[in-house]
T-cell receptor, first 113, second 110 residues
Framework: DVKVTQSSRYLVKRTGEKVFLECVQD?????MFWYRQDPGLGLRLIYF???????EKGDIPEGYSVSREKKERFSLILESASTNQTSMYLC????????????FGSGTRLTVV | SQQGEEDPQALSIQEGENATMNCSYK?????LQWYRQNSGRGLVHLIL?????REKHSGRLRVTLDTSKKSSSLLITASRAADTASYFC??????????FGAGTRLAVHP
């Protein structure tokens, strides 16, 4: 069964910390995505990547960066965590163009205190 | 990029009833996808319908697409308590990224 694995289900970090959220997929997918989900706001796209070492900004990239050194791994970095980054973070991957569905990870619920 | 708008925002039904959710979008599409999200989990891809298709079935799911009205519907027949979840549509113009709306929250009561 194909999988997208997010390293943590729950994380609690302090304001100002540098936070790494890891996502690994085992499907050899070209595309990977990071979303955040907040009540009433749906899913908002933070960053995405079409290939190794490539990245594109989504709708809300401020305060975040990403890294994709290997095809299977896409990391989301909160440079200096703030309380307004408390959210559910969802990673997804897809094969090729959007004629294919996305496979999502189980999510990481991040709380910044 | 595209974003779908799901309607209604929330739906409450009894087990055994059918549930219908609608999606509207604004520009032309290549395909439209439906996803389910159980509480606190990731989204699960349910079905993809291409712009040249009008209807598609998968088990108890039936999806229709009307490109002239820029709308789609998801019908779940004979609902079960396990169908309780949020449902999202994602219209795609052929670009790689999908934009998701706020979804429809479905509650199926035993």
């Amino acid at each position: 069964d194909v999988k997208v694995t997010q390293s943590s289900r729950y994380l609690v970090k302090r304001t100002g910390e540098k936070v790494f959220l890891e996502c690994v997929q085992d499907m050899d997918h070209e595309n990977m995505f990071w979303y955040r989900q907040d009540p009433g706001l749906g899913l908002r796209l933070i960053y995405f990547s079409y290939d190794v070492k490539m990245k594109e900004k989504g709708d809300i990239p401020e305060g975040y960066s990403v890294s994709r050194e290997k095809k299977e791994r896409f990391s989301l970095i909160l440079e200096s965590a703030s309380t307004n980054q408390t959210s559910m973070y969802l990673c997804a991957s897809s094969l090729g163009r959007s004629s294919y569905g996305y496979t999502f990870g189980s999510g990481t619920r991040l709380t910044v205190v | 990029s595209q974003q779908g708008e799901e309607d209604p925002q929330a739906l409450s039904i009894q087990e055994g009833e059918n549930a219908t959710m609608n999606c509207s979008y604004k520009t032309s599409i290549n395909n439209l996808q439906w996803y389910r999200q159980n509480s606190g989990r990731g989204l699960v891809h349910l079905i993809l319908i291409r712009s040249n298709e009008r209807e598609k079935h998968s088990g108890r799911l039936r999806v229709t697409l009307d490109t002239s009205k820029k709308s789609s519907s998801l019908l779940i027949t004979a609902s079960r308590a396990a169908d309780t979840a949020s449902y999202f549509c994602a219209p795609s113009g052929g670009y790689n990224k999908l934009i998701f709306g706020a979804g429809t929250r479905l509650a199926v009561h035993p």
